[in-house]
T-cell receptor
Framework: KAGVTQTPRYLIKTRGQQVTLSCSPI?????VSWYQQTPGQGLQFLFE???????NKGNFPGRFSGRQFSNSRSEMNVSTLELGDSALYLC???????????FGDGTRLSIL | AQRVTQPEKLLSVFKGAPVELKCNYS??????LFWYVQYSRQRLQLLLR??SRESIKGFTADLNKGETSFHLKKPFAQEEDSAMYYC???????????FGKGTRLSVIA
């Protein structure tokens, strides 16, 4: 069974631009969560989607948004990029509520 | 609010020595606790969850509700145990998974 796939693996952007990251969950998984990982803050929760509905949202500004499609694939978007948005963005999928999460390799975003 | 604290950023032990990675949590209800591990150049993966009460790769963790702890233990460390370990908590109801900041375990030969 294929694991969680995140694309692209690396991105370089400049301040003020916007970016879209993609996540394909494990087949059959309907829940997708996004995390931001930085050396100083560790893993911080961004959002969680289940069946195209946002179930939870972390404490991030409105510049961070996401969505989930009917095939459970998910995207997250960050607008007006800031230097502090440089991080590894991880996606995780699970069968559903309270089930263990399976992580992708992440997208490393660098802001110049 | 849910909070997970891993007091040690780095833990170094000799091969064959016992290992204990500490995890304390703050949550008023009945939590579900997890340990995740990230080996070098690999993705983050689930190591164990408290409701399974199983031993994975020789590691065990017991939920102590009185001390609000979920420490990860292994009696004899191996070099291949060197990795980043994250403790995580999921509260009841519609709550997200919250991670601690992680502890890097280094097993010295």
């Amino acid at each position: 069974k294929a694991g969680v796939t995140q694309t692209p693996r690396y991105l370089i952007k400049t301040r003020g631009q916007q970016v879209t990251l993609s996540c394909s969950p494990i087949s059959g998984h309907r829940s997708v969560s996004w995390y931001q990982q930085t050396p100083g803050q560790g893993l911080q929760f961004l959002f969680e989607y289940f069946s195209e509905t946002q179930r939870n949202k972390g404490n991030f500004p409105g510049r961070f948004s996401g969505r989930q499609f009917s095939n459970s694939r998910s995207e997250m978007n960050v607008s007006t990029l800031e230097l502090g948005d440089s991080a590894l963005y991880l996606c995780a999928s699970s069968l559903g509520f309270n089930q263990p999460q399976h992580f992708g390799d992440g997208t490393r975003l660098s802001i110049l | 609010a849910q909070r997970v604290t891993q007091p040690e950023k780095l833990l170094s032990v000799f091969k064959g020595a016992p290992v204990e990675l500490k995890c304390n949590y703050s949550y008023s209800g009945s939590p579900e606790l997890f340990w995740y591990v990230q080996y070098s150049r690999q993705r983050l993966q689930l190591l164990l969850r408290h409701i399974s009460r199983e031993s994975i790769k020789g590691f065990t963790a017991d939920l102590n509700k009185g001390e609000t702890s979920f420490h990860l233990k292994k009696p004899f460390a191996q070099e291949e145990d060197s990795a980043m370990y994250y403790c995580a908590l999921k509260g009841s109801g519609n709550t997200p998974l919250v991670f601690g900041k992680g502890t890097r375990l280094s097993v010295i030969a």
